[in-house]
T-cell receptor
Framework: DGGITQSPKYLFRKEGQNVTLSCEQN?????MYWYRQDPGQGLRLIYY???????QKGDIAEGYSVSREKKESFPLTVTSAQKNPTAFYLC?????????????FGDGTRLSIL | GDSVTQMEGPVTLSEEAFLTINCTYT??????LFWYVQYPGEGLQLLLK?????DKGSNKGFEATYRKETTSFHLEKGSVQVSDSAVYFC????????????FGAGTRLAVHP
């Protein structure tokens, strides 16, 4: 079955460490997205990529970095510059970056600080 | 800027009760509107959408009508089931530009037998 796979499901980080969250899709989608979800809040866009080798900052990009070297992969690195990284991170994809395309979500990675 | 406001939860209902979750939005032009559902420990799933005024989106017994005059997109279901217990997110997509979604804070629904 086609879908989006995020790993790991749970991740723990020590202070001052960078961590990378994995997102892989086999839907042959061009566009991919990373969101952050905090308790009692909606999702906020961190980064998005409309095509391979291109990505743009979303609303809360500070302290995060991404790469898009392959169509099916869009890893997110949470750097030590992100002062409040504890959250639920969701990856999504859509056929392309055009309007009205539904976004398909992975099951998320929960990041916690030790 | 563009924004979405949802009614605060949790909403607690008995099985077979009628459900309404209110959603209003602020946006310029004619955004597209969506409802997503999130089951515990999972990502979001698209429930329904409407792309222009007076459109009605429907899926799995849920409905929502795009009301431009009241800038609303309320979610309704005539008879809820325990399996409908989840968090429901209303979202808008501004017209033009890329496929950006702006989400409301979510409304938790708990249905008990």
């Amino acid at each position: 079955d086609g879908g989006i796979t995020q790993s790991p499901k749970y991740l723990f980080r020590k202070e001052g460490q960078n961590v990378t969250l994995s997102c892989e899709q086999n839907l042959n989608h061009d566009a991919m997205y990373w969101y952050r979800q905090d308790p009692g809040q909606g999702l906020r866009l961190i980064y998005y990529s409309q095509i391979v080798n291109d990505f743009q900052k979303g609303d809360i990009a500070e302290g995060y970095s991404v790469s898009r070297e392959k169509k099916e992969s869009f890893p997110l690195t949470v750097t030590s510059a992100q002062k409040n990284p504890t959250a639920f991170y969701l990856c999504a994809s859509s056929i392309d970056g055009e309007a009205n395309q539904p976004q398909h979500f992975g099951d998320g990675t929960r990041l916690s600080i030790l | 800027g563009d924004s979405v406001t949802q009614m605060e939860g949790p909403v607690t209902l008995s099985e077979e009760a009628f459900l309404t979750i209110n959603c209003t939005y602020t946006a310029t032009g004619y955004p597209s509107l969506f409802w997503y559902v999130q089951y515990p420990g999972e990502g979001l799933q698209l429930l329904l959408k409407a792309t222009k005024a007076d459109d009605k989106g429907s899926n799995k017994g849920f409905e929502a009508t795009y009301r431009k005059e009241t800038t609303s997109f309320h979610l309704e279901k005539g008879s809820v089931q325990v399996s409908d217990s989840a968090v429901y997110f209303c979202a808008l997509q501004p017209p033009g530009g890329y496929n950006k979604l702006i989400f409301g804070a979510g409304t938790r629904l708990a249905v008990h037998p």
